[in-house]
């Protein structure tokens, strides 16, 4: 890189024992500025760190010898050093006097978008976003010479300031052959914009801090004449710009929808969402983390919907090193590292190794055995097959005749008389688990009778008949399979453990597809190792409309509650803490 930035003429417009004392500096050419205030010791700053220059406070004839030395002050209160990228900035007082100055040295910097010459050259719009100081104007004003001089195209630059071809008529020779605008006052900058691009045919119009809704409009109307823009605006990363009002027009523009009730449901969202309005203003956006780290966004329309959707997008992160060789890492959200990240939705995903089995090869959870596979319990579920035995006393052979007592001294099997309930689910569920329960179609001979919440609720005389005969009543919110394994293992007393054991888990698989056991180890892990032990949320894999309802009904065991949420094919579970 080659840096100019005429220091020396920075140097002669401050008092003599400040000049005498920085010309001495070791560290004079990291000088980024110097503070005078009135009545406070004279600062110099450097990368980090800054110190005092004397033990003699400012006077008001100290600024009045460094004002005489530069330019006229605009309406913004800057003014410059002719034929210098040197910047100055005052302090007034109620009185409109001069109480203090900003004294800001100003290089050029060339070969500092190496980064992203490649975007530069492609003829696309691009907005550099950054925090002050990070070298957003530095990097304009090498963005322009490049284009101008190398690409040879016709630019011009709006200088509002005159940051960045300097003060004077006469632009800094940093700008290559790129002509530059200048701006009487800072509210006129979108006049002078549109007046650019009807007076003097650019190909490349250049813009330093967009920052009122005139100017925002300004460069969509430029863009849409088929101007490339460069420009930087006043946030830090692309959802400070969506957050702001005033420039949200640069990346589009965003508005308030309402969605109809199939819409809402197939998005998983509320029906009232917030969708961009309009194709952005600026193709690419720039975030400058550090003069070394730049985060590229390609597509702002595409991380604009992203973020509206409340997802995290995937942009490039470009790094140089000593040598000036680029580095471009592309990293995607479905894999981050591991790490907890409070108030944040966890990702599944963070356990996940990559593999093609990666569920069973983390060891974090065994795989659901296979019907013809040797069963090894997990101390889960050997707590649960304990109480099971605790509970029956024996396991129930349903073709054996005999009874013996149940929990509550009843005798078993447990006669149970179904209302409104699936008859082929309780089967299947009464089979499956290995329940002491019959089913039976009269009444007199039940001793309780499972029905569905729905129905009675409507139907009086059922709850007349079960009192008359003393037979208590138990409910079910609907007919999955989940709800009524709940039922009857809570008519059993079997309901402490609230833990699925594998059976219940081969009454959720639709077959013997490892997708549908993969996806459902996912869940479960998720419950048992976030959602209950952290209280917090957690977001599983995309998975097929299929499959998510199988992790749905497995996560109605645990007492928790679940959405499905996000676009086909990415469409995916979150389940959350009760």
């Not at 210098?84 to 060339?110: Q, W, Y």
């Not at 001979?445 to 009675?456: E, F, K, P, Q, T």
């Not at 809570?490 to 490892?514: H, K």
Request: proline letters at 6%; aromatic letters at 4%.
């Amino acid at each position: 890189m080659q840096i100019t930035d005429d220091l020396t003429k920075l140097l002669d417009i401050l008092p003599t024992h400040l000049r005498d004392r920085l010309m001495q500096h070791p560290e004079r050419d990291l000088l980024v500025e110097v503070v005078m205030d009135l009545g406070r010791f004279p600062e110099a700053r450097f990368p980090g760190r800054a110190e005092y220059l004397s033990d003699t406070p400012i006077t008001k004839a100290d600024l009045a010898e460094s004002t005489k030395k530069v330019g006229d002050f605009g309406g913004d209160n800057r003014a410059g050093i002719e034929k210098t990228l040197h910047r100055i900035s005052a302090i007034r007082n109620r009185r409109g006097e001069v109480i203090g100055l900003t004294c800001r040295v100003g290089r050029a910097i060339f070969g500092t978008i190496g980064m992203i010459r490649d975007l530069v050259e492609s003829g696309r719009s691009i907005l550099m976003l950054g925090r002050p100081g990070v070298g957003k104007t530095t990097a304009l004003r090498e963005i322009a010479r490049v284009l101008a001089d190398e690409l040879d195209k016709r630019v011009v630059i709006i200088d509002t300031s005159n940051e960045i071809a300097g003060d004077g008529d006469v632009p800094h020779p940093a700008i290559g052959r790129a002509r530059r605008m200048q701006v009487a006052r800072p509210e006129l900058q979108h006049q002078v914009m549109i007046e650019a691009v009807e007076n003097h045919m650019p190909e490349v119009i250049v813009i330093d801090e967009i920052g009122t809704e005139l100017e925002a409009l300004a460069a969509r109307t430029i863009a849409e004449r088929g101007v490339q823009l460069v420009g930087t605006a006043h946030g830090n990363k692309l959802e400070n710009l969506i957050k702001n009002p005033t420039l949200s027009d640069l990346v589009g523009g965003i508005q308030s929808v309402t969605l109809g009730d199939e819409e809402a449901r197939r998005r998983g969202t509320q029906k009232s969402v917030l969708e961009r309005k309009a194709p952005p203003t600026f193709d690419i956006a720039v975030e400058m983390m550090e003069r070394q780290k730049w985060v590229v966004h390609e597509e702002v329309s595409d991380t604009i919907d992203i973020l509206l959707r409340g997802r995290q997008p995937n942009p490039q992160t470009r790094t140089t090193d000593e040598d000036g060789n680029v580095t471009i890492t592309h990293e995607t959200p479905s894999a981050p590292e591991p790490r907890s990240r409070p108030q944040a939705v966890p990702e599944i995903g963070n356990y996940f190794s990559g593999q093609a089995r990666g569920w069973r090869s983390s060891g974090r959870m065994k795989a659901v055995a296979s019907p013809t596979n040797v069963r090894s319990l997990t101390p889960e579920q050997q707590s649960f097959e304990r109480m099971l035995d605790e509970s029956l006393g024996r396991s129930f052979d349903p073709v054996e005749s005999t009874s013996f007592p149940g929990p509550n001294g009843e005798e078993l099997p447990l006669h149970i008389y179904p209302y409104g309930v699936s008859r082929q689910q309780l089967d299947q569920v009464i089979q499956t688990l290995n329940l002491p329960v019959l089913l039976t179609k009269d009444m007199d001979g039940a001793d309780a009778v499972l029905a569905l919440r729905s129905h009675v609720k409507n139907h009086a005389k059922l709850r007349h008949l079960a009192k008359t005969r003393q037979i208590p009543i138990h409910t079910v919110k609907s007919n999955s399979v989940p709800q009524i394994a709940i039922a009857l293992r809570r008519l059993l007393n079997m309901d402490d453990s609230g833990v699925p054991g594998e059976a219940e888990l081969s009454l959720i698989v639709r077959g013997d597809n490892e997708d549908e056991i993969e996806a459902l180890e996912e869940a479960r892990l998720a419950v048992e190792q976030i959602v209950i032990p952290k209280g917090q949320p957690v977001e599983l894999l995309p998975r097929s409309a299929t499959v998510r309802k199988m992790q749905h009904e497995l996560v109605e065991h645990y007492r928790l509650k679940s959405r499905s949420f996000g676009e086909e094919p990415n469409r995916r579970l979150r389940i959350y803490p009760a």
